[in-house]
């Protein structure tokens, strides 16, 4: 039928998660590409941040909750294509990873009307045959995602950064807070991935450039160990701290009392310095793409995508960690422009206004009128 193909601007796309650290940077790829977007989020009244990443009418929010299932059949009623993010890192109250990570997609994928395209963010080591809680439930979220919908596409992110991450941040306040940096998996080895080319890679798979029913395995072009990434975080905010690498008995058992230790402060304990045993027994595997992956081209150059590296980005945004912050007499070898995700090349389509390319003189340039 003539005109039966229809423009972004024509097709809603319902992405639970939308409200996270990964979700803002899929909300913006989606809406510069002029998709209407449906943020399915627990609260939908804290998600106004999100409004900025397109233009007026573009992004909504929903209420809808992985745990009632009358909730995500209310937000994918009208959905064309449904992408989840929705993931923890550790459990608390009902919030288990069994329901959220082993049911939670096949219930999405249940609900989605059967001709939209599916995204799952799933993650890197996922095995129904590890050890980690949050292994086995990834890969059981996989196995029921691909029994209801094997056309559904899976994305397996190594660790994420990005302005806002929660990891070289993580670390950053760590190094500035302890003179002792006690580190459990020091030597194992991860492949820091940008948040954007994630989102990049998600909002393709919705275009429908990307062969459907594949499990993609992304990683940024370096790979390091934990040790050197904090070494890393260290030489960038201008810190010296001994870094104390923890056999893994002793990891192990300081995981077991701040999962306790927290339990008993009712989630109370500052994020950055809680690590649980299921968190250990993550550690323990390195986090990279593996080779399978790499031959069967199921990687960002399966994608025609080139991966960023962290070197350009993360200092844009660990500066304020330095003693002296923006400040700093290195101030000068940092990136010029952070790419922060609510950097105005967000506004969405047919803005005109670019970051960096503001039309006055830099503060202490002189003026060239
Ligand atoms: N960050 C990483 O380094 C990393 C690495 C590998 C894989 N991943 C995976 O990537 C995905 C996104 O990670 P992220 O870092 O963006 O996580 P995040 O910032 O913690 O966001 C998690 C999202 O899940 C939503 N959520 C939590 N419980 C929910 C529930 N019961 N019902 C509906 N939504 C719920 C939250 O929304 P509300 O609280 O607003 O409802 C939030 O938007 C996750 O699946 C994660 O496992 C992340």
């Not at 993931?87 to 919030?95: D, F, T």
């Not at 799933?122 to 129904?128: F, K, P, R």
Request: glycine letters at 10%; a positive charge; one cysteine or more.
């Amino acid at each position: 039928m003539i005109g039966a193909v229809r423009t972004p601007a024509q097709q809603l796309v319902t992405v639970f998660g939308g409200s996270g650290f990964l979700g803002r940077y899929v909300v913006r790829a989606l809406a510069k590409r002029g998709y209407r977007v449906l943020v399915a989020t627990r609260r939908p009244d804290l998600a106004g941040h999100l409004q900025p990443l397109g233009v007026v009418g573009q992004i909504h929010a929903v209420q809808a909750n992985l745990r009632y299932p009358e909730s995500v059949a209310h937000a994918v009623a009208k959905a064309d294509h449904v992408i989840n993010l929705v993931g923890i890192l550790q459990e608390s109250g009902r919030q288990s990873f069994d329901s959220l990570q082993a049911d939670g997609p096949r219930l999405i994928a249940e609900a989605a009307h059967r001709d939209a395209r599916l995204v799952h963010v799933s993650a890197i080591g996922a095995d129904a045959d590890s050890a980690s809680l949050y292994a086995r439930s990834k890969a059981a979220g996989e196995a029921g995602l691909l029994s209801a919908r094997p056309d559904a596409t899976i994305m397996r992110p190594s660790i994420l950064f990005g302005p806002g991450d929660s990891f070289f941040t993580r670390f950053a306040a760590l190094c500035r807070a302890l003179p002792v940096l006690p580190l459990a998996g020091a030597d194992t080895r991860f492949q820091p991935v940008y948040a954007g080319d994630v989102a990049e890679a998600i909002a393709k798979v919705i275009d429908g450039q990307v062969p459907v029913g594949r499990i993609f395995e992304l990683g940024g072009p370096e790979v390091r160990t934990l040790r050197e990434l904090v070494q890393y975080v260290l030489e960038t905010t201008g810190r010296r701290r001994l870094i104390l690498p923890l056999s893994w008995r002793a990891a192990r058992l300081q995981g077991s009392m701040m999962g306790a230790l927290d339990k008993a402060m009712l989630g109370l304990l500052p994020d950055d310095l809680v690590i649980t045993r299921d968190q250990v027994t993550l550690l323990e595997r390195d986090n990279v793409v593996s080779p399978e992956a790499v031959r069967d081209g199921r990687t960002f150059e399966g994608l025609g995508m080139v991966p960023t590296g962290y070197q350009g980005i993360v200092p844009s945004y660990l500066v304020r960690f330095r003693k002296t912050g923006q400040f700093d007499g290195k101030r000068d070898a940092l990136p010029s422009a952070t790419p922060d995700v609510l950097a105005p090349d967000s506004a969405g389509p047919g803005s005109g206004f670019h970051p960096g390319q503001a039309a006055g003189p830099a503060i202490g340039q002189p003026s060239s009128r």
